[in-house]
C-alpha cells in the first residue's frame, strides 16, 4: 500500500523509520519531511497544517493510509477530510483532537468522569485569572489554553511570576490565540511519566511508559521546550502502575469521550504526575510525543503499520504489540538560543560518524539539505540521537558518544539525560 506521513519533526522520522520496514508498505511519502527522512521516504514539499493541500496530495498520489504525525492538522481537521474523500488516516477526528486543542476542555471532562489531575480554574478574563491566583497563592501552573508547541505551561514560583504569566498568555499573546483562555491549576509534587496508548473509539492497547525532559537545561532547569530527550522504560512505571493508569485514565476518558459523542482514534499520550497518591493527568495529547515516539519505535519489535491501520478501522482487539527488553534512550541536540531566537542554515558536521556507534540511529527534526549536500540546521529541535543498549547506562554512553562525534559548534544539548533512572539504579 502507498503510505503518507504527515510532519516534519523527529517523530516522523522514527514514525518514517518503523513503517518502511512494513511489509505491507509499498511506498512511503512523507510531507513535508525532513533531510533524515528522505533518506527513507519519498518527500514532497507541502506542509503539515495545509489541509487542503495534503487532501489534494494523497488523492493525487492515490495514497491508502495517511499517518498524521502533529497535532496543529489533527485539531485542525485532517483526519476528518481524508474520510470524507475516502482515504483512510491514523488519527483523531477534530472533535476528539480538542483533548489536544484545549486544556480547559480536557480539565472540564475529567471533572466529569472523575479523572484524577489538578484542581484548577478555567478563564476567559484576565483579572478573574488573576483573582484565582491571589486566593490560591503559588507555586501554581499556568497553562494557555491552545496548542502552543509544548511550550504553553509556566510554573510560577511566586504570586507575581503566575500574574506576570497571565500577563504574557493573555494580554501580550506570547502563544497568539491558545492564550485567548487560560487554565490555572494547582502545582503537583512527584515524578512525571509519559504514557501512550492506541485507541479505536472503544478499545485501548497500552504501549510503553518514556520519561521526558522539558526543560532545556540541566538539572531540569530553565524554561519548558518540547523535550529535550527521553527515555523507555520509565522505572516510575511498573505493571502495577499501568494498571492503575489504564484504570482510572485512559479507560475512562476513552469511554467518556464515546460518551460525548466525541470517539477518540488514535494515539492518546497522558502526560503524568506520579506520586505516592497514584497518577494524576497533566494533559493529554493526542498524538505521538517528540521525543518520546523515537524510543518507542526503537524498542518496538512489532510491524506497526498493521496497528495503526487496525485502529483506524476499529479492530484493535485483533493485534498485539511486541517489545524489546532493551533501554532506549535519545539526547535531543537543539541549536543554541533555543527555545528562543537561535542561528539558521548551519552546517552539521559528523553524522555519518554517530550514525555508525553501536545501537545508534539519528533522527532528524529540523534539517535539509542545502544545494551543496551538507545537511543544515533550520529548527530549534534539529537531531535526536537515539541508542538502544540493555542498560540506561549503557544506552546514555552511546548515546553521548555519538553526540560527542557530531560537528555542530552552534548545536547544545543537555548532558544529564535519565539522570532520574540512574539516581534509582545507585539506590
Not at 11 to 19: G, Q, S, T, V
Not at 257 to 262: L, Q, Y
Given at each position: 500500500m502507498k503510505v503518507l506521513v504527515v510532519g516534519s519533526g523527529g517523530?516522523?522520522?522514527?514514525?518514517?523509520?518503523?513503517?518502511k520496514s512494513s511489509p505491507l508498505c509499498e511506498e512511503l511519502f512523507c510531507a513535508p519531511g525532513n533531510a533524515g527522512i528522505a533518506d527513507v521516504a519519498t518527500c514532497l514539499p507541502v506542509k503539515a497544517e495545509d489541509v487542503d493541500g495534503l487532501v489534494r496530495l494523497a488523492k493525487d498520489k492515490a495514497i491508502d493510509f495517511v499517518v498524521v504525525g502533529p497535532e496543529a492538522p489533527l485539531v485542525g481537521g485532517l483526519v476528518d477530510r481524508l474520510e470524507q474523500e475516502g482515504i483512510k488516516a491514523f488519527g483523531p477526528r477534530a472533535n476528539a483532537a480538542i483533548l489536544e486543542g484545549s486544556k480547559g476542555f480536557t480539565k472540564d471532562l475529567c471533572a466529569k468522569y472523575d479523572i484524577p489531575t489538578a484542581a484548577y480554574g478555567r478563564f476567559d478574563s484576565a483579572e478573574a485569572a488573576k483573582d484565582f491566583i491571589r486566593r490560591k497563592g503559588a507555586p501554581i501552573v499556568v497553562k494557555a489554553d491552545g496548542l502552543a508547541a509544548g511550550k504553553g505551561v509556566i510554573i510560577a514560583q511566586n504570586v507575581d511570576e503566575a500574574l506576570a504569566a497571565v500577563d504574557a498568555i493573555m494580554t501580550e499573546r506570547s502563544f497568539g490565540e491558545a492564550g485567548a483562555e487560560v487554565v490555572v491549576e494547582e502545582f503537583l509534587d512527584?515524578?512525571?511519566?509519559?504514557f501512550f496508548a492506541i485507541v479505536d473509539g472503544e478499545t485501548a492497547l497500552p504501549l510503553i511508559a518514556a520519561q521526558d525532559h522539558k526543560r532545556v537545561g540541566d538539572g531540569d532547569t530553565g524554561p519548558n521546550t518540547g523535550g529535550m530527550g527521553a527515555y523507555s522504560p520509565a522505572p516510575v512505571v511498573d505493571d502495577a502502575m499501568q494498571a492503575r493508569i489504564m484504570d482510572e485514565i485512559i479507560l475512562p476518558t476513552v469511554r467518556g469521550?464515546?460518551?460525548?459523542?466525541?470517539p477518540f482514534k488514535g494515539v492518546l499520550f497522558a502526560g503524568l504526575m506520579i506520586n505516592d497518591q497514584g497518577p494524576k493527568l497533566i494533559e493529554f495529547n493526542t498524538r505521538f510525543g517528540d521525543p518520546e515516539c523515537q524510543v518507542l519505535m526503537a524498542r518496538l519489535n512489532s510491524d506497526l503499520l498493521p496497528v495503526l491501520i487496525a485502529a483506524a478501522e476499529g479492530r484493535l482487539?485483533?493485534?498485539?504489540l511486541s517489545w524489546s527488553e532493551h533501554v532506549a534512550l535519545v539526547v535531543v541536540m537543539a541549536a543554541k538560543g533555543y527555545p528562543g531566537s537561535y542561528e539558521k542554515n548551519t552546517v552539521i558536521g559528523g553524522l555519518d560518524a554517530a550514525g555508525a556507534v553501536e545501537g545508534v540511529t539519528v533522527f532528524h527534526a529540523g534539517t535539509v539539505r542545502g544545494e551543496d549536500g551538507s545537511i543544515r540546521a533550520v529548527g530549534g529541535r534539529v537531531l535526536g540521537v537515539t541508542a538502544i543498549a540493555s542498560t540506561v547506562a549503557e544506552a546514555?554512553?552511546?548515546?553521548?558518544?555519538a553526540v560527542d562525534l557530531l560537528d555542530w559548534p552552534q548545536g547544545f544539548c543537555r548532558r544529564d539525560i535519565a539522570w532520574r533512572a540512574l539516581e534509582r539504579d545507585r539506590g
Open positions: 517523530r516522523e522520522h522514527a514514525l518514517c523509520w518503523a513503517i512527584g515524578e512525571e511519566a509519559s469521550m464515546a460518551a460525548e459523542g466525541r482487539g485483533e493485534v498485539e546514555r554512553e552511546q548515546a553521548y558518544k
